[in-house]
């Protein structure tokens, strides 16, 4: 019974040291008698108990790796506190367990080690602008090391990057100043358009102003022009009226009539303009105008353009 009982036990260690269950995306490693034999992948697996060994166990999932903080100087001297960030994944089991004693603090070490390299070989300015040039240049070369580790480098992102508080002041007046010179540039562009839409403006304005009174000439010089038109021809009319009016029967008995009238009203306002009382030497003269005027009417009118001259009765 106690045989019995005894190989049980042994039977019962014996399988649970002889099955073996892999969880996803890991993967371990069996030594056999101490020497590398094979690489077990997810699931259930089977070794020989006290002669198979499971000496290695490791994820295959992306890993953050946090890089401390390290002092680096820059090119052109200047002291910079930095840390990153890494990702990295174990591609190769086997490489990953004999490749180094400690894969992760290799690689720790060797990002620190590029990362002086990289930032020594740029000024300050450049280090804030050329960060992705930094990350791409470290995970290129860890990449190429890390090959023999049986690990893949993903990226590595720079966390932190911290100058002196001397040079963050230094940085400070200058952006302050950067920015006080753009205010200034911008101030004064603001003036220069100012004056050259005033400008424009007053040019617009004169040009508007002189096209207004150019305009208001002619209208006035075409309304004068229409007037004088406009008098001249009612002048012409009322002259043929009169003509038409000595020719009819009693015409020019009233227009004498009318021309003594006129003669005396005008030796009246001469009168009155003069203070003194004008009378004409000769009452004939007054007679002799109103023959004039009488003989002027009764001729007869050539037509326009006519040059044959009017035959004496």
Not at 169 to 181: D, G, V
Not at 234 to 239: I, K, Q, R, S, V
Not at 248 to 269: I, L, R
């Amino acid at each position: 019974m106690e045989i019995m009982l005894v190989l049980l036990v042994v039977a019962a260690v014996f399988v649970g040291r002889a099955f073996k269950i892999v969880p996803q995306q890991h993967a371990w490693v069996v030594e056999r008698l101490g020497k590398y034999d094979r690489t077990l992948t997810p699931g259930l697996k089977i070794i020989i108990p006290f002669v198979d060994n499971v000496s290695y166990r490791h994820s295959l999932k992306e890993v953050p790796l946090d890089v401390p903080s390290q002092e680096c100087i820059t090119k052109d001297n200047t002291q910079l506190t930095v840390d990153g960030i890494l990702y990295y994944q174990v591609t190769d089991p086997m490489r990953a367990s004999y490749g180094s004693s400690n894969y992760v603090f290799a690689i720790t070490q060797l990002a620190q080690t590029l990362l002086r390299s990289e930032i020594g070989r740029m000024e300050l300015d450049k280090t804030f602008e050329e960060r992705d040039q930094i990350n791409s240049a470290v995970v290129s070369e860890l990449d190429k090391a890390a090959v023999n580790w049986g690990v893949k480098v993903l990226r590595y992102e720079i966390k932190d990057l911290k100058p002196p508080a001397e040079i963050l002041q230094s940085m400070q007046r200058q952006i302050t100043a950067e920015r006080e010179k753009r205010a200034l540039i911008a101030a004064s562009e603001g003036r220069r358009q100012e004056q050259i839409n005033i400008a424009t403006g007053e040019r617009e304005s004169a040009i508007a102003r002189s096209e207004g009174q150019r305009q208001a000439d002619i209208n006035l010089a075409q309304g004068q022009a229409s007037a004088t038109m406009m008098v001249a021809e009612a002048t012409a009319e009322a002259l043929r009226k009169v003509a038409s009016v000595v020719r009819t029967p009693g015409g020019e008995q009233a227009m004498q009539f009318m021309v003594a009238e006129k003669a005396v009203q005008a030796y009246s306002e001469l009168a009155r303009t003069n203070n003194s009382m004008i009378v004409p030497g000769n009452m004939t003269e007054v007679s002799g105008l109103i023959a004039s005027a009488m003989a002027l009417t009764r001729q007869p009118t050539l037509p326009t353009g006519s040059n044959t001259p009017t035959q004496a009765g």
